[in-house]
């Protein structure tokens, strides 16, 4: 039992995240290595798409990365650096599109598909609420159920 649950919790384990930040692309300064982190989880790797540039091994990731490190020690803002990497790389290095104008159908998009999922099934319920789902009985099925009832 117990060596079942020590495999289990060790393949737990295994499965967490790798974080693809090398030592040697690490600031020295603890502070600003938290802020490059927190950025860099916000950015999309544009080579897998579905990881962070944190999370990914990718060239173009750990120069994006190196980029965010770069401006962070040049004493650039967060909101600097992130301004910095949307204009050259365009809002889709965005893990979370930020809300705008442009976006609005992005994140609009499932509240109405809910709503309008929502309506249709009001919509058909109603339709067919309390409408008989077979045929009549024939003559000779109305016989045998009046003699049925009878017993």
Do not use: H
């Not at 967490?16 to 090398?22: C, E, G, I, L, T």
């Not at 999309?44 to 120069?63: T, Y």
């Not at 003559?139 to 003699?147: D, P």
């Amino acid at each position: 039992m117990m060596r079942s649950f020590l495999l289990a919790l060790f393949l737990i384990a295994s499965a967490a995240p790798a974080f693809a930040v090398n030592p040697d692309e690490m600031l020295k300064d603890p502070a600003l290595e938290s802020r490059a982190r927190a950025i860099s989880a916000e950015l999309r790797c544009m080579v897998c798409q579905n990881q962070s540039i944190d999370d990914s091994n990718a060239e173009l990731a750990k120069d994006l990365r190196l980029l965010v490190r770069k401006r962070i020690a040049d004493g650039d803002s967060d909101q600097q650096v992130m301004s910095y990497i949307v204009s050259r790389y365009g809002e889709f290095v965005l893990l979370k599109p930020r809300f705008e104008t442009k976006t609005l159908l992005l994140w609009g998009a499932p509240i109405l598909l809910a709503l309008l999922g929502g309506l249709s099934l009001v919509v058909f319920a109603r339709r067919y609420a309390g409408q008989p789902t077979g045929s009549t009985l024939t003559s000779e099925e109305q016989a045998r159920l009046s003699e049925l009832l009878k017993k």
